[in-house]
């Protein structure tokens, strides 16, 4: 797998909708779960969504869940989260991820990924 490049991170107001997109370069991206973490400041880098290969299957945090949504275009090697109904908690940087020995299992702990894109950043204003 290539270079992860996040993209559309921003500022938003309390309850407004935000998308962030997450492209590959590499050339095997459909063999690869992806999944977005976060990290605030002062805080671990913590896990909000995954998607299977196929895009058939995805992971929240309880946090996150019917709030956010995972989905992937493996044609156009991207990989998507839609934040919707946004909270002053959500404000972190956002890192797309790929991990790619393990078919058939998201994974929760960053240390089952193996690349990692450089974060985009998001606030959300109250």
């Known amino acids: 797998q290539g270079p992860l490049v996040e993209s559309g991170g921003g500022l938003i107001q309390a309850g407004g909708s935000l998308r962030l997109s997450c492209a590959a370069s590499g050339q095997a991206f459909s063999s690869y779960t992806m999944a977005w973490f976060r990290q605030a400041p002062g805080k671990e880098r913590r896990f909000v969504a995954g998607i299977s290969r196929s895009g058939g299957s995805t992971s929240y945090a309880d946090s996150v869940k019917g709030r956010f949504t995972i989905s992937r275009d493996n044609g156009k090697k991207a990989v998507y989260l839609q934040m919707n109904s946004a909270k002053p908690e959500d404000t972190a940087v956002y890192y797309c991820?790929?991990?790619?020995?393990?078919?058939?299992?998201?994974?929760?702990?960053?240390?089952?990924?193996?690349?990692w894109g450089q974060g985009t950043q998001v606030t959300v204003s109250s």
């Open positions: 991820a790929a991990e790619g020995d393990s078919p058939g299992l998201i994974w929760m702990g960053a240390s089952h990924y193996d690349y």
